[in-house]
């Protein structure tokens, strides 16, 4: 039988009359692991993504914790303000849509068959009638340009973009050089942006497009040159 001094749990009789085996403390652990390690053991044991992902929520759980400590009204105050910043968020998307990158370089303005102002506006007017305001926005921008054009405002140059278009016009026409950019930037963010025009944005361009053709160039003058005087020179 086992000694009543041993302490040790590893400690086995070979029968009642013989003397204890004691085996030493470092053996014995080393053999506990030996046994522990074996996959029957581990059959049931969570997987390292299951590991990972608890404690990814314990973690999240405590950086929430914190939160609310700090939040007023504690859980329920970060509820609030959670939903707040997800409302703002969705509202954000609703009115921008989603955001894409502008191409560095713009097409031309114009295709490859020259159409009048009038078509243009024509082409605009019918487009609106029937909601289509994309390409309302783009055809009476088309107009405004090729009616500066028509008028000697801008040169008749191929490959002129929208915002090259309105830049060159704000030079005579200073008044209008803010809605002409914004009108550019209406037919950039539809042509290449993915954005959908609304009416107004369309009314907004008709307008400036009218506005235009009543409105006279800022005309460069130039002082015409002084004539030579010629100094009299007096007879000997």
């Known amino acids: 039988m ?7 749990p ?39 993504f299951e ?5 990814f929520w ?6 929430f914790g914190a939160a ?22 969705a509202a954000l998307w609703w009115r921008l849509g989603t955001p894409r990158r502008r191409p560095p370089s713009a097409a031309a303005l114009f295709d490859d068959r020259p159409r009048s102002a009038a078509d243009h506006r024509a082409a605009a007017e019918a487009h609106a009638a029937q909601g ?3 390409q309302a926005v783009q055809e009476r921008m088309r107009a405004i340009v090729r009616s500066l054009e028509e008028r000697a405002l801008l ?26 950019r914004s009108a550019a930037h209406d037919f950039d963010d539809v042509t290449y942006g993915g954005r959908t025009a609304t009416e107004q944005a369309y009314q907004r361009i008709a307008g400036l ?7 006279k160039p800022r005309l460069t003058t130039h002082s015409a040159p002084t004539a030579p005087q010629h100094t009299r020179q007096g007879t000997p």
């Open 132 to 134: 289509h305001w994309n």
């Open 68 to 89: 609310s400590t700090a939040a007023p009204g504690g859980a329920l105050g970060l509820t609030v303000i959670a939903l707040a910043v997800a409302a703002v968020a």
């Open 2 to 8: 086992l000694r009543a001094a041993d302490s040790s």
């Open 51 to 55: 590991r990972a992902l608890n404690a």
């Open 209 to 215: 497009d009218r506005d235009l053709d009543h409105t």
């Open 155 to 180: 040169d008749t140059r191929p490959g002129r973009t929208a915002d090259e278009a309105a830049a060159e016009a704000g030079h005579t026409l200073p008044a209008h050089t803010a809605r002409l």
């Open 10 to 48: 590893l400690s086995w009789a070979r029968s009642g009359s013989e003397p204890p085996v004691t085996v030493p403390r470092d053996p014995a652990r080393e053999a506990a692991r030996r046994e522990l390690s074996k996959r029957l053991y581990h059959e049931n044991d969570p997987s390292l």
């Open 58 to 63: 314990d973690r999240l759980g405590d950086v």
